[in-house]
């Protein structure tokens, strides 16, 4: 879950937004020339070495417990975690290039009930994650961008923290098991150093959807 986004200003787009533009377009760029690589190598094929990963989230489809854990004031030191709980819900659409979460959480701050909508680009074998929060029913409007590779998913993007534009990681491990792991982490420097400040760790819930029809 990001922090809040603020508008950001001038000073940030010159000294730290235009750095991670450069470092993310050499990250698509980087699948683009994979492309164009196996496309020579292919001669007039038409195939490509980029895997189709439209179904990578099928992993978190159905019904979730979650014990999660939370750095308090993250980027300043902290070694202070909170503990909680909570339930997901997630399904998939569009034959599986786009999945819906719901979210519950019972945090020491309140309840918390958010949205998670994944999207799949066929085109550039992205996913982008955008997250809502009930409480002011707007969803992200930037979003996590990434994709799975050797089953570990990587995701980036940018916030703001304390007045402050900062990097933004979300990692998913232990995807081919009923308990996977993820983590997200802000970066202050670049993304030189990252701070792990969030923590999922899910257990599958059985359920008659999950049953052999």
Same mark, same amino acid.
């Given at each position: 879950?990001?922090?809040?986004? &603020?508008? %950001?200003?001038?000073?940030?787009?010159? $000294?730290?937004? #235009?750095?991670? *533009?450069? #470092?993310? *377009?050499?990250?698509?760029?980087?699948?683009?020339?994979?492309?164009?690589? =196996?496309?020579? @190598?292919? =001669?007039?094929?038409?195939?490509?070495?980029?895997?189709?990963?439209?179904?990578?989230?099928? #992993?978190?489809?159905?019904?979730? %417990?979650?014990?999660?854990?939370?750095?308090?004031?993250?980027l300043t030191g902290s070694n202070t975690w909170v503990e909680f709980d909570g339930t997901f819900v997630a399904r %998939?659409?569009?034959?599986?290039?786009?999945?819906? &979460?719901?979210?519950?959480? $019972?945090?020491?701050?309140?309840?918390? &009930?958010?949205?998670?909508?994944?999207?799949?680009?066929?085109?550039?074998?992205?996913?982008?994650?955008?997250?809502?929060? /009930? @409480?002011?029913? *707007?969803?992200?409007? /930037?979003?996590?961008?990434?994709?799975? %590779?050797?089953?570990?998913? &990587? #995701?980036?993007?940018?916030?703001?923290?304390? =007045?402050?534009?900062?990097?933004?990681?979300? *990692?998913?491990?232990?995807?081919?098991?009923? /308990?996977p792991h993820f983590e997200q982490s802000y970066s202050d420097d670049g993304g030189k150093t990252w701070e792990v400040?969030?923590?999922?760790?899910?257990?599958?819930?059985?359920?008659?959807?999950?049953?052999?029809?």
């Open positions: 879950m990001k922090a809040t986004p &603020e508008t %950001k200003t001038s000073h940030y787009c010159r $000294n730290f937004l #235009f750095p991670f *533009v450069l #470092f993310f *377009v050499a990250y698509i760029g980087a699948g683009a020339a994979q492309t164009d690589s =196996g496309t020579a @190598k292919g =001669g007039s094929q038409t195939t490509t070495s980029e895997r189709d990963g439209q179904h990578d989230f099928d #992993f978190a489809l159905g019904t979730w %417990k979650a014990h999660l854990k939370r750095l308090e004031h993250p %998939k659409v569009w034959d599986g290039r786009a999945t819906i &979460e719901e979210v519950e959480l $019972n945090s020491p701050g309140g309840h918390i &009930e958010g949205l998670t909508l994944r999207l799949y680009s066929a085109q550039t074998h992205r996913w982008s994650i955008y997250w809502a929060n /009930s @409480k002011n029913g *707007v969803m992200d409007t /930037s979003p996590q961008v990434g994709q799975f %590779k050797n089953g570990r998913g &990587e #995701f980036y993007g940018t916030d703001t923290l304390n =007045g402050k534009l900062i990097y933004v990681r979300f *990692v998913w491990t232990n995807t081919n098991s009923n /308990s400040n969030w923590i999922t760790d899910q257990t599958r819930i059985s359920d008659a959807s999950d049953k052999p029809r």
